[in-house]
Nanobody, 116 residues
Framework: QVQLVESGGGLVQAGGSLNLSCVASGSATIYNINPMAWYRQTPGKGREMVAL??????TTYAESVKGRFTIARASAAKIGLYMISLQPDDTGVYYC?????????WGQGTQVTVSS
């Protein structure tokens, strides 16, 4: 199995920045070819993907965060999300996800709150 632990959430004013980190551990090895992503769940909405790092190194972003968020993979089992120019609409619980050969694992989430 895989355990994912997110860190780095918090409270920030609009226009500010935050860096999130996610580390995978457990009995199942995570490889560079396993895609990792960040999702967020906001009040009144479902869980949406905000940034994806594919197993081949390509990245994809939700339109709403393009130019403001950067996903970066430090190793096969560690990924970060660097967020600038945060807005109140970015408020939510951010989850780390890994797709290990078709099986998805999720972290517990970290709260990001952006005040206006």
């Amino acid at each position: 199995q895989v355990q994912l632990v997110e860190s780095g959430g918090g409270l920030v004013q609009a226009g500010g920045s935050l860096n999130l980190s996610c580390v995978a551990s457990g009995s199942a090895t995570i490889y560079n070819i396993n895609p990792m992503a960040w999702y967020r769940q906001t009040p009144g909405k479902g869980r949406e993907m905000v940034a994806l790092h594919t197993g081949r190194g390509a990245t994809t972003y939700a339109e709403s965060v393009k130019g403001r968020f950067t996903i970066a993979r430090a190793s096969a089992a560690k990924i970060g999300l660097y967020m600038i120019s945060l807005q109140p609409d970015d408020t939510g619980v951010y989850y780390c996800n890994v797709d290990r050969f078709g099986t998805h694992f999720w972290g517990q989430g970290t709260q990001v709150t952006v005040s206006s």
